[in-house]
């Protein structure tokens, strides 16, 4: 048995080391709440026809290599969407926030202080809480990058995919495939409690059953002991799914590995996952990952605009580059229609939502967003698409 517990650990590792920085870590930092209300900005008046001053803040300049380089795939992305427009003049702007909060909301009063009439960005989402408030009484609203749900609201919207987006999605699946009485399975970090809320809320949404919930402290000794008490979660509920909130970096791997040898076995007890079980492309061979749910980004669009992006800049987008693509959609969507105040909390959250690069969108008046995904399988070490992404939303949004 202790060789099988290194087996998984160096799998653990072997991932770890590989994976790009994971889409939640852009937001996960505890943040004061803006409390500015739950609609954001009327937003300022656009004239037909006029050019639309839009300030994107990336996290430029800060001594980080990896930093700079997103920013330039995040600043080459906006301006891939500007060249997609038609009839709408984008005067974009770049700033730099050296990854910083107060760099962030500096540079944000002096772009509204340049004419901005919406703001992009910035990623972190301290720096995004930070910007919220610097412009709050500018009647400029912010599109953030962050996936951060704690720091939206008021004038503030997120971009980056939630958690609980993703957990709505995939328990409503599991639920029409009959697997409705579900076990939470989450580390007792940050993430982990924020992927938990979300998939219990999401249970309790459709009307679901929350069979058990168990927790783990990150490290391997945790995990391992956390095992039999899962076990135990499964049997004493009669669960037939088990909702783990682990990446494929973290305690996936382990967790996976070991939950069958204890017999929790996926041919009965389905395993889902509120991360991507494809990245990096290693996991997929990974035996306890195979049968796996998990949810993605609609693959036919992401896969247009990785293509489209590459013809024109040569390289492959980094993968949050596509929220800097849409940000920049939602707005020439909105600027090309006939509203007086385009750039208004009204506007932008219509319930029909925007096409982005990943698939369709649309921002919530909480400030949060709902996303088109897919429902995707592993089988035989390949990526199986179970349910495809809508291609557009029913209902009014909320």
């Not at 926030?97 to 992009?120: E, H, Y």
């Amino acid at each position: 048995m202790f060789a099988l517990f290194q087996s998984a650990r160096k799998s653990m590792l072997r991932v770890s080391r590989v994976i790009t920085l994971p889409i939640f870590a852009l937001g996960l930092a505890a943040c004061d709440d803006l409390s500015l209300g739950s609609i954001g900005n009327s937003g300022p008046s656009v004239k037909k026809g006029e050019p639309v001053a839009v300030a994107l803040l990336v996290p430029r300049g800060g001594g980080s290599a990896s930093d700079d380089l997103l920013a330039q795939s995040l600043e080459n992305a906006a301006r891939l969407a500007i060249r997609d427009l038609e009839g709408v003049d984008i005067n974009l702007r770049v700033y730099g926030t050296a990854g910083n909060a107060g760099t962030a909301a500096t540079q944000a009063k002096q772009a509204v202080s340049d004419g901005a009439q919406i703001i992009l960005g910035p990623l972190y989402a301290e720096a995004a809480n930070a910007v919220g408030v610097a412009v709050a009484g500018s009647n400029v609203n912010v599109l953030a990058f962050s996936n951060n749900p704690t720091i939206a609201g008021g004038n503030v919207f997120v971009l980056g995919p939630t958690f609980d987006n993703t957990a709505n999605r995939l328990v409503s699946y599991a639920k029409s495939q009959g697997k409705d009485r579900i076990v939470v399975v989450s580390a007792q970090d940050v993430a982990g409690q924020l992927g938990r809320n979300a998939i219990q809320n999401a249970i309790s949404r459709s009307g679901s059953t929350l069979a058990g919930s168990v927790d783990y402290p990150l490290s391997q000794e945790g995990v391992v002991a956390a095992i039999p008490r899962i076990k135990a979660a499964v049997d004493n509920g009669g669960a037939n799914a088990v909702f783990m909130t682990s990446n494929t970096a973290s305690a996936l791997p382990l967790i996976t590995q070991l939950l069958p040898e204890a017999g929790v076995r996926p041919a009965a007890t389905q395993y889902i996952g509120l991360t991507r079980w494809d990245i990096p492309a290693q996991t997929l061979a990974l035996p306890g990952v195979q049968g796996g749910w998990f949810a993605l980004p609609d693959p036919a669009r992401a896969n247009a605009f990785r293509a489209k992006y590459e013809g024109a800049y040569g390289k492959a987008p980094h993968p949050i580059a596509g929220l800097s693509f849409d940000g920049i959609a939602a707005v020439g969507a909105l600027v090309s229609g006939s509203r007086s105040n385009p750039l208004g909390a009204g506007a932008l959250t219509q319930g029909a939502g925007f096409q982005g690069a990943t698939g369709i969108f649309r921002l919530q008046s909480d400030g949060t967003n709902e996303r088109g995904l897919a429902v995707a399988s592993i089988r035989e070490n390949k990526v199986v698409i179970l349910d495809q992404a809508p291609r557009g939303f029913s209902g009014g949004g909320s």
